[in-house]
């Protein structure tokens, strides 16, 4: 039986590998980068470190005049590193705005202000390793100034908007011939999910790797893996109550494949469901709820931050539920005032009196 601690381990090891695949084809000095930063950095952090270094090494030995002689960049020295200016990261800042790599030139990429801001901290922390170590004279990075991050609205879903949206699960009520095919088939399971994210504010990794076993309505919570690896109960209420109590109904009936008895959310296969089948099916019912917003599980997510800042006032309660490890990130997102609020404020005072 695959319980949520095998779950957790398989994906890790899959990312191990991923990671170790990636460092082969990086300098050799670089691993005493990623020795280092083990203790205090998730996987995941690490994989997309060695991404963006490994795109930097590319830039810089093919588009750069002093480091073009150096093939494959994988026979890139400390001594080349320490040759790199501040002038090279601006230039690799401009070019991340729209390129190609030459492993796969008929690929195009692009890269916004926040995923130019991700890859110079990237920069920054390798080149203040090398440099604290003594390896190189200075660390250039920290010269080169952050791109500006405009922010973008948060997009979420109104009041009216989630009542419509469960409702629409509910009835199937707008879906072509062959989703109602299915739809007869996944009414529950679909409803359950979307609840879910609109009531406990759960992430997709989590909600995908949830178990019966972790479920108990004695406290009304169910256990669940946090990103880095901690578990916590999370709660819910009655609405998401009833409608886990109502998908287990289906559940005991359908007899999963091997591995997968214990997984709470099943595909039409009969496995655990996949994080690409979960966004397919959001974006399924939301694009008929409303066409013109663009709805992921994350903005479902979103939706729920949102509602519970509104209901509580509490951003540290808000953070501590979603599992931000920073509240600034959570009041970046769910404290805006809204335009309501902004009315109101120019309402209230009075430079005169009537």
């Given at each position: 039986m695959l319980d949520q601690n095998s779950y957790d381990t398989h994906k890790n090891r899959e990312n191990?590998?991923?990671?170790?695949?990636?460092?082969?084809?990086?300098p050799p000095f670089c691993r005493d980068f990623f020795r280092a930063i083990e203790p205090n950095t998730s996987i995941l952090t690490r994989i997309n470190y060695a991404y963006d270094l490994r795109l930097f090494f590319e830039f810089?030995?093919?588009?750069?005049?002093?480091?073009t002689h150096i093939q494959p960049f994988s026979k890139f020295t400390l001594e080349d590193l320490n040759l790199v200016q501040a002038v090279h990261i601006e230039m690799f800042l401009e070019y991340l705005t729209y390129y190609s790599r030459p492993s796969t030139p008929e690929i195009e990429h692009q890269n916004s202000e926040s995923g130019?801001?991700?890859?110079?901290?990237?920069?920054?922390?390798?080149?203040?390793?090398?440099?604290?170590?003594e390896k190189i004279d200075r660390n250039v990075a920290s010269l080169v100034d952050h791109p500006k991050i405009h922010e973008k609205p948060?997009?979420?879903?109104?009041?009216?908007?989630?009542?419509?949206?469960?409702?629409?699960v509910e009835s199937g009520q707008g879906l072509t011939e062959?989703?109602?095919?299915y739809h007869k088939y996944t009414k529950q399971r679909d409803v359950t999910i979307l609840t879910l994210f609109l009531g406990t504010g759960i992430r997709i990794s989590e909600c995908v790797g949830l178990n019966i076993s972790d479920l108990d309505f004695s406290v009304n919570g169910f256990r669940i893996t946090r990103k880095g690896?901690?578990?916590?109960?999370?709660?819910?209420?009655?609405?998401?109550?009833?409608?886990?109590?109502?998908?287990?109904?289906e559940r005991e009936k359908i007899e999963a494949l091997p591995g997968h008895e214990d997984a709470l959310f099943l595909s039409m296969q009969r496995k655990r469901i996949s994080n690409r089948a979960v966004q397919n099916l959001?974006?399924?019912y939301s694009k008929i709820v409303t066409p013109l917003k663009n709805i992921s599980p994350h903005k479902l997510r979103s939706?729920?931050?949102?509602a519970l800042y509104q209901e509580t006032g509490d951003i540290y309660l808000v953070a501590d539920v979603l599992g931000h490890k920073d509240v600034n990130t959570t009041r970046k997102h769910y404290a805006a005032i809204s335009d309501e609020k902004r009315r109101m404020a120019a309402r209230v005072v009075k430079l005169r009196e009537d």
């Open positions: 191990i590998l991923k990671l170790r695949i990636v460092l082969r084809e990086l810089l030995t093919n588009e750069v005049t002093e480091f130019k801001a991700r890859k110079l901290s990237t920069l920054r922390s390798f080149l203040a390793y090398y440099f604290k170590n948060v997009i979420r879903l109104e009041p009216d908007e989630v009542a419509r949206l469960l409702d629409l062959r989703q109602k095919h690896g901690n578990q916590v109960i999370l709660y819910f209420g009655d609405e998401v109550r009833k409608a886990l109590l109502d998908y287990l109904e959001v974006k399924k939706t729920y931050g949102t």
